[in-house]
């Protein structure tokens, strides 16, 4: 029993650590001052930004908030609906940002907003060569995840429903697929919609989760945020604890078949 | 925003409160060593144990290691097919251990360990008047919920799934209508396997969770009980934070169509 | 290969044969003549029809046009809020009906219509006692179709979900484990709202599936009758055919690595 | 009331019409006979063939079965790594069988049979150039579909789960956002395992559903292919009628509340 404690149990990504393996993004919030309590509460260390916002119209407070929070700021592309469009704002942000890091959102549609996997592939391809540490959102196919992978991102951030739909996990099984394959971080992104799809995106072997409009629009988005920090805690623990196998026919748990047998040798 | 803490958050049942949501089962413990480990990091102030076993054969070393812990026993039925065999047996612990609490287990068959309804009611109702607080184990059925409260039983637990099963909540729908319309605590009893279970169980408006063999039979049962701890808190927080709604349509959460636009006017 | 066709393929209950596995009930229907449409295309051979209202009210008319396409009124006890009740409703159907057969329903409210197992299991057994051939609608709890079975019902009938709502089968593993283990017929009741439910029914190992708002409240009810007949069929045909293992990992279908290798031997 | 019988309900892909909505592989046959029998059973009338194997060894013999059952081949591409290997064995096909008719497969592994986005795109979009009828076999991914839509593909055949698992439909939230956005047929491809699998791909709206383990494989598989033709008439039937809406409180379906209330005025 090697392990009893969850003290050390940090992740690393772009050869950089992170204590906590909660992602907050900042989407979706209806103040700076709400926003700002739930990533204390949340105890994250990493958060996306959208760089587009930040080029056109002075969302600097939003970085002074992180700043003063230790909070990474993890620019996105969101509103790109191209692989140059993306490209070009990746460039954007390395410059405003002065950080290479870029997670790379390159959307099909404004309504569904999912990603399109060849322009994604595309650019992610460039950015990879162009030196960026690529946070790749992308579907829940295992195979994208490969791919990806191969091409050099530093992460691959695979959906687990549209973003802000709140639906949880709509494939696990591809999910546990790229988690058992992948050799870079793998970061749950999108559908989350309470603490237990947190706990379970974990659970399923993800190295962290992304997230936001389940904490901002919540109705009380702090005590949201303490519970999706306990949860993805949880489900990493309950992966690294060794769950009981399902069965489908009944086992005793109680102590007349379990324990006590075992015990009454011991103690009677 | 009047609660960001979950500080205060304990539950009542029988009169008495607890701080703790989460009650660990001892049975399927491998050790009086790792039990211990884990009802220690588990935080849990209540515990099943089988009144038979003390009976028969001297687990006295449990009780001593509950009360060490500051853990109330809850004295349970386990092992009785019949009314009259719980009744007699809630009789035995009322006076072994001085306490008019009771988990009352009516098993069907030792194979499923399904709880069998008749007997189960037939149980309650004597005990019931004979001045005991009845924990009564039972179905997921919402209608049997109401009738186990309509005879006086201090908490309905119903089971997620068989016990030992590992299967989660078989019937979220059952167990949503049970929280809903119940007016005792609700715990839920038996099926949990992972964190992301105890999560929804909460989510879903319990009151409390009992579970056993998720952790006494995890690989590090330790860390499981951490796991438990922290997935129960999350659900309880997720419940009273107000998630988000689902919704089949994506609804934009990166601040491209969220939070900037409203802080634009703000922030701009 | 000794079953190719399914044209003996009936099943027994109350010693009487059906060739059809559907039993369509009458509720929702909005007219007469589209009643008689679904039930002629659904090639259903038993309905249920509530008691109360043809005592009532003079829904002699339902009771016509089942004669007039040889479809066995099953009468039911609907309505019914107490073992008594239900009692005294089975007793005026058999003299109103000339039938010792009867469709026990005791509810415990209006709102969700679930079955009251207190009640029912009172009722079913003074009802046995009495002659009845008692179909039971019932849970679906396996410890409660089995003490049911015990009493000597003639069939079992578990609720997939709440009578109306459409939410198919809540709980399979519950289905199956009844089906496992009952030596009379089990019909699925209630819950189904489209095909595939009905089809899934079968396959967990049902005798038959009893529905009446997926059909009578469809948009096209008739044509909904024939998707159910289909169903039922294909789900039989399904069970008896022995389906597939569930594999986690992939497992070619393609010629590839299935049938020609093994072909290739004899046929090239 | 327009539409009461399904017996013009066929569907049209490539220009070209067919009265089965069931297509059925010939992969994991284990003898020419039973294959004979299943397809003969499904009234299937396009089935997918291995070029690769034609070409190699003489399944000539499959050839012929399908010739003098009318049932015509669709050559595929299985066993293709790479866009190139793809193209080159469409070529063959093209030129071996005299049709531009090709299903698409380029797959990542032998061991998961999943399509490679990438690989298949690319090959999708120089075939199409080329005045190839592609039947592309994709992930689930609504935008891939869209992408290969706009390519010009004559059809899309998202995989329900991976090839053979028996899985059924993963995600149906996938598969239902493809088929409300596609204009070109949807014919579910890969991971059917039973029935109620197939039916709730043509609840979802898929136009076609193809399979071949879930039969080749079955114990009895003339008969699991008459349980599939069955399912997809069911699936939809169900479609086209209009099922229930689910609901998550109950509503009446019996007389009490439903039709006799309507029918009281009518027939008293």
């Given at each position: 029993?090697?392990?009893?404690?969850?003290?050390?149990?940090?992740?690393?990504?772009?050869?950089?650590?992170?204590?906590?393996?909660?992602?907050?993004?900042?989407?979706?919030?209806?103040?700076?001052?709400?926003?700002?309590?739930?990533?204390?509460?949340?105890?994250?260390?990493?958060?996306?930004?959208?760089?587009?916002?930040?080029?056109?119209?002075?969302?600097?407070?939003?970085?002074?908030?992180?700043?003063?929070?230790?909070?990474?700021?993890?620019?996105?592309t969101?509103?790109?609906?191209?692989?140059?469009?993306a490209?070009?704002?990746?460039?954007?942000?390395?410059?405003?940002?002065?950080?290479?890091?870029?997670k790379l959102e390159v959307i099909a549609?404004?309504?569904?907003l999912l990603p399109d996997p060849i322009e994604l592939f595309t650019a992610a391809?460039?950015?990879?060569?162009?030196?960026?540490?690529v946070f790749a959102y992308t579907n829940d196919d295992p195979v994208m995840a490969m791919r990806l992978e191969q091409l050099?991102v530093a992460a691959v951030m695979p959906a687990g429903?549209p973003i802000?739909?709140?639906?949880?996990?709509?494939n696990?099984?591809n999910i546990?697929?790229i988690?058992?394959?992948a050799?870079v971080p793998v970061i749950l992104d999108a559908g989350?919609?309470?603490?237990?799809?947190?706990?379970?995106?974990?659970?399923?072997?993800?190295?962290?989760?992304l997230?936001?409009?389940?904490?901002?629009?919540?109705?009380?988005?702090?005590?949201?945020?303490?519970?999706?920090?306990?949860?993805?805690?949880?489900?990493?623990?309950?992966?690294?604890?060794?769950?009981?196998?399902?069965?489908?026919?009944?086992?005793?748990?109680?102590?007349?078949?379990?324990?006590?047998?075992?015990?009454?040798?011991?103690?009677?």
């Amino acid at each position: 029993m090697e392990k009893l404690t969850m003290d050390n149990d940090g992740f690393e990504v772009a050869g950089v650590g992170f204590a906590s393996r909660l992602i907050l993004g900042t989407g979706g919030a209806t103040s700076l001052d709400i926003l700002e309590q739930a990533l204390r509460v949340s105890g994250t260390e990493l958060t996306t930004v959208s760089i587009r916002h930040f080029a056109a119209a002075g969302c600097g407070s939003v970085y002074e908030l992180l700043a003063r929070n230790s909070v990474r700021p993890l620019p996105n592309t969101a509103g790109c609906f191209t692989a140059r469009d993306a490209i070009l704002t990746a460039q954007l942000a390395r410059e405003a940002l002065e950080t290479n890091w870029i997670k790379l959102e390159v959307i099909a549609d404004e309504h569904t907003l999912l990603p399109d996997p060849i322009e994604l592939f595309t650019a992610a391809e460039e950015l990879v060569n162009d030196g960026f540490q690529v946070f790749a959102y992308t579907n829940d196919d295992p195979v994208m995840a490969m791919r990806l992978e191969q091409l050099g991102v530093a992460a691959v951030m695979p959906a687990g429903a549209p973003i802000g739909s709140g639906l949880g996990i709509l494939n696990p099984h591809n999910i546990s697929t790229i988690t058992a394959r992948a050799s870079v971080p793998v970061i749950l992104d999108a559908g989350v919609g309470t603490a237990s799809d947190a706990a379970k995106a974990m659970e399923l072997g993800c190295d962290a989760v992304l997230l936001a409009s389940a904490v901002t629009r919540a109705n009380n988005p702090p005590l949201m945020a303490a519970a999706m920090r306990d949860a993805v805690r949880a489900g990493r623990a309950a992966r690294l604890a060794g769950r009981i196998v399902q069965r489908d026919l009944a086992l005793a748990s109680s102590p007349d078949s379990g324990m006590m047998q075992a015990l009454i040798g011991d103690f009677s």
